[in-house]
């Protein structure tokens, strides 16, 4: 009786912190990779990713969680053909030699259930860098379509494009680059 009952908490351990920990696989049709940074001190030019993908995983009970987030960078997009050329280009992305910029962490931060920051690494162009990661309007619920838990939120950074290599056209184009990416995840 007592092996029974023995074999039946552990069990259940097993149970709940397996579904403690919950993993979510980013939706790329509703997230949306944004940077800007700052031309000749007269506007802030803008470009956009088309493709991210990537895992979240939380524990929200133990306050902890990964991001491994992955950006095309030959999707690459900026309402100029000409400008997307040189942003693929070896003096900007270089995507033929770098087609991937990954963003991954394990060090997030919370505030009760909702995640509102991350500590990490920032690889571009062969360089990796630490990065700070801050995360608003975390909301969980259930999806409509899919009938499965997700999560979204907005996330922004700043980071130096010369730390990564991309010194072209500076100072008329600025070093400083803010980066926003509205998110959604889907628990798998």
């Known amino acids: ?16 912190s397996g579904f403690a920990q919950e993993t979510y696989r ?5 997230t949306t990779t944004t940077f800007s940074v700052n031309h000749l001190g007269l506007s802030m030019q803008r470009g956009s990713f ?4 990537g895992t979240v995983t939380l524990d929200r009970a133990a306050k902890k969680g990964s991001i491994d987030v992955a950006i095309d960078a030959a999707s690459v997009t900026s309402g100029s053909p000409a400008r997307e050329n040189l942003l693929r280009g070896e003096d900007y992305f270089d995507v033929a030699q770098f087609p991937t910029i990954n963003f991954k962490s394990d060090k997030l931060k919370f505030n009760g259930d909702a995640v509102v920051g991350a500590e990490g690494e920032l690889t571009m162009r062969g360089v990796t860098k630490p990065v700070v990661l801050s995360v608003a309007d975390f909301k969980c619920a259930i999806h409509p379509a899919t009938k499965k838990p997700a999560c979204g939120a907005e996330v922004t950074a700043n ?3 010369s730390e990564f290599g991309m010194i072209k056209n500076q100072p008329s184009t600025g070093d400083d680059v803010s980066i926003a990416i509205a998110i959604e995840a889907i628990q798998q």
């Open 1 to 16: 009786m007592r092996a029974r009952l023995f074999a039946a908490m552990l069990l259940m351990a097993f149970a709940v």
């Open 26 to 30: 980013v939706d790329p049709l509703h």
């Open 50 to 53: 088309g493709k991210t993908t």
């Open 159 to 161: 980071v130096k494009r």
